[in-house]
């Protein structure tokens, strides 16, 4: 496996525009909305929910959130016992508004800037990352870990990043062609969007350029067992691995930590 870069996204820095963080947010939630490629590790997900006796979610770096409404629906099946609470650093203020209503009232958007480690101000619940725990050192990782063991509450990150070359660069070219076949479908509807996606091409180029940083900034299974070597000794049951989805062209590296019985 190639070295792991430590540079941040464009999207990630103070000099991204917000609607132009949020129209690529808007896409990847797009994507793992429809293309579901968590599917297959929420059964992982809720047996350690059920295991840790957690019906609450409290999920970071959430984008605009609006995939976490399948990711609820994998969990419950018909039964809809389990809710989320979501937040991220640069918060879509336009989901924050929607969000609940889209979502029958099972997901709350904190309308506030959350950094990873300002969890005390969090509510309690199992607490995930989907497709942003690439984004940071593995110090803030461990600190992470750490809080959530100290409080007793499950903790889970999932990734389809990953750090080969063939990864890389085949998404990245194919990215672009995405970005235009789907914008039309992305909703809230904006002209704007769709200048910058057509006309001005400024979103399809940071979401290729963004997604190939993102998969090189990818972990893989070995480098999470390594960072929860010092926890061995908790109270807490760890499970890592590799799950494919999308017809096993879509690799998900996962961690997930919950209290032992």
């Known amino acids: 496996m190639i070295k792991r870069l430590k540079i941040k996204e464009f999207h990630e820095t103070a000099y991204c525009p917000a609607w132009l963080r949020d129209y690529l947010t808007d896409f990847l939630s797009f994507f793992t909305y429809h293309m579901n490629p968590y599917k297959p590790v929420c059964l992982l997900l809720k047996n350690a929910l059920v295991q840790s006796k957690q019906t609450q979610i409290v999920d970071f770096c959430t984008g605009n959130g609006r995939y976490m409404i399948k990711i609820l629906r994998n969990i419950n099946g018909a039964d809809g016992g389990c809710q989320a609470t979501v937040c991220d650093k640069f918060p ?19 309308a506030e800037s959350v950094d990873l480690l300002d969890i005390q101000q969090m509510p309690a619940g199992f607490r995930t990352i989907f497709s942003g725990i690439h984004h940071f050192d593995e110090t803030t990782i461990k600190i992470f870990l750490r809080s959530a063991i100290e409080q007793g509450c499950g903790v889970a990150f999932f990734d389809y990043t990953k750090r080969t070359w063939f990864n890389i660069i085949i998404p990245a070219l194919l990215v672009p ?29 940071l979401v290729m350029v963004d997604g190939c940083i993102s998969n090189w900034k990818a972990y893989s299974p070995a480098e999470f ?5 010092e926890f061995t000794d908790t109270k807490h049951e760890w499970q890592i691995g590799e799950q494919r989805s999308i017809f096993g062209t879509c690799p998900i590296t996962y961690l997930i930590g919950y209290p032992k019985k």
Not at 99 to 105: C, K, T
Not at 225 to 229: C, E, F, L
Request: hydrophobic share 50%; net charge positive.
């Open 177 to 205: 062609g995405l970005v235009w076949g789907v914008t039309p479908f992305i909703r809230p509807f904006s002209w704007r969007r769709l200048l910058f996606t057509y006309i001005i091409p400024l979103v399809p180029l």
């Open 225 to 229: 067992t390594a960072m929860v070597a």
């Open 92 to 110: 879509n203020q336009q989901s924050v508004k929607e969000l609940a209503v889209l979502s029958g009232g099972q997901v709350e958007y904190m």
